[in-house]
C-alpha cells in the first residue's frame, strides 16, 4: 500500500504476472502428465492427461467374454472415471496454490487489493 491507503499499481500487476506465469506453468505440466486408473483388479486399465484428455484405453483378454459385453463397458466406464479422478486430483495439486492466491478461483484477493 501506498500512502493514503492506494494499493501500488505497479505491485500488483507485477503479482498478477508472476500468478499468470505460474498459472500458464502448471496448465503446460497437467497437459504434459499422464494419471491412470483401473477396474476390475486390472483388467481394464484407462490413460488420461492430466487435463482430462482419455489418451488410452487398455483391456486384459480375460476381460473379454463376447456373452456378456456389459460387463466389460462398465470396467471401461469404471476405469475411465478412476483415471478421471486421478486427474483431478493432479489438476488441484498444480493448481491450487495458484488459485488460492486468487481468492480460490472466486476473485482477486491474493493480489491484496482492499475489500477483496
Not at 476390475?40 to 484405453?57: N, Q
Not at 469404471?78 to 489438476?91: C, F, I, K, S, Y
Amino acid at each position: 500500500m501506498q500512502p493514503g491507503g492506494q494499493p501500488n499499481m505497479q505491485q500488483i500487476m507485477e503479482q498478477a504476472q508472476k500468478m499468470q506465469q505460474q498459472l500458464m506453468t502448471a496448465q503446460q505440466e497437467l497437459a504434459e502428465a499422464e494419471v491412470s486408473g483401473s477396474a476390475g483388479g486390472g483388467l481394464v486399465t484407462a490413460v488420461v492427461s492430466g487435463s482430462g484428455e482419455l489418451k488410452s484405453v487398455a483391456i486384459d483378454p480375460k476381460a473379454v467374454d463376447p456373452d456378456d459385453t456389459d460387463t466389460l463397458s462398465d470396467l471401461v466406464v469404471a476405469a475411465v472415471r478412476d483415471a478421471n479422478r486421478a486427474a483431478q486430483e493432479l489438476q488441484q495439486e498444480k493448481m491450487g496454490p495458484v488459485t488460492g492466491a486468487l481468492g480460490g478461483g472466486q476473485g482477486l484477493g491474493g493480489l491484496g487489493l482492499p475489500g477483496l
